[in-house]
Each structure stands twice: as structure tokens, then as C-alpha cells.
């Protein structure tokens, strides 16, 4: 599933204590394993009073559904936690229930892959190239 992070700076930017930049960490997990996580920059022109605009993250995320159900059980959610690199409780959190989520009708299973052979190094043409391999 695809998941869309939208984050709004609510802090004053201090070049004294943000310096140049700060960084977040954004984990996704589904309370006992991490499922997606990875670091983003904000900048001083990221964040203000007048100038602060909100930052869209997108990735995607497993889920599962029972055998012979049309949507993922109510009890199952996902937590986001956004956090910072440096400061010590500087920390947003998130859940997420799954039972709203859209499921496709169709399962859209990944093709097969192929036995192709593979060329040989002489169709580049070029031995410089061809050296490399």
C-alpha cells in the first residue's frame, strides 16, 4: 500500500542550535517489526513562520489479508514515529488502522521472469567497454 507522510515544521528555525540542517528519521513498523525506514533533511527555508510549507513523503508498505476476507481485520495498524537525529524527544507518532484502507479488487501478481541468455560482451563493440566485463 502506498503511504503518504505529510509533514508540517512547527518550530521556529535557530541558526545557532539547527545549524544548516536537521535531520528526521521516519520508521514504520507494525508494532513488532520495521517495516520502512529512512531519513529526511529539513532546511531553514522548510520551516518558519511564513514560509513554512509542508513536506510530502511517500512509500509503500506490506499488508496481508486472511484467506477469503475482502479487508484487513480492524484490530491491525501500522505506527509511524518521526524523529529526531539530535534532540532528545523531539518525536511525532502516528497510527494507522487498516480496516479504512481501499484494497484493489484484482491481485496484481509480479510476472514471471523469463529464461533469457544473456548476450555476449562482443555486441558492445567497443573494447574499452568490452575490458570492463
Known amino acids: 500500500m502506498e503511504c503518504r507522510l505529510t509533514i508540517s515544521p512547527q518550530f521556529i ?3 545557532r542550535w539547527n545549524g544548516n540542517q536537521e535531520s528526521f528519521w521516519i520508521i514504520a513498523s507494525n508494532g513488532g517489526e ?11 527555508k522548510d520551516v ?15 499488508y496481508e489479508i486472511e484467506e477469503g476476507e475482502e479487508k484487513v481485520r480492524a484490530s ?11 534532540w532528545i524527544g523531539a518525536l511525532a507518532y502516528k497510527e ?14 509480479h510476472t514471471k521472469l523469463l529464461q533469457l541468455n544473456p548476450l555476449p560482451i562482443s555486441v ?3 573494447e574499452n567497454y568490452e575490458s570492463l566485463y
Open 13 to 15: 528555525w535557530s541558526d
Open 34 to 44: 520495521v517495516l520502512h525506514s529512512e531519513i529526511f533533511v529539513l532546511l531553514p
Open 48 to 62: 518558519g513562520q511564513k514560509n513554512s510549507k509542508e513536506i510530502i513523503v511517500t512509500f509503500f508498505l506490506p
Open 76 to 86: 491491525v495498524y501500522y505506527e509511524f514515529y518521526i524523529e529526531n537525529d539530535r
Open 96 to 109: 494507522l488502522y487498516l480496516d479504512d484502507i481501499e484494497i484493489p479488487e484484482k491481485d496484481y501478481p
Open 124 to 126: 558492445l563493440k567497443n
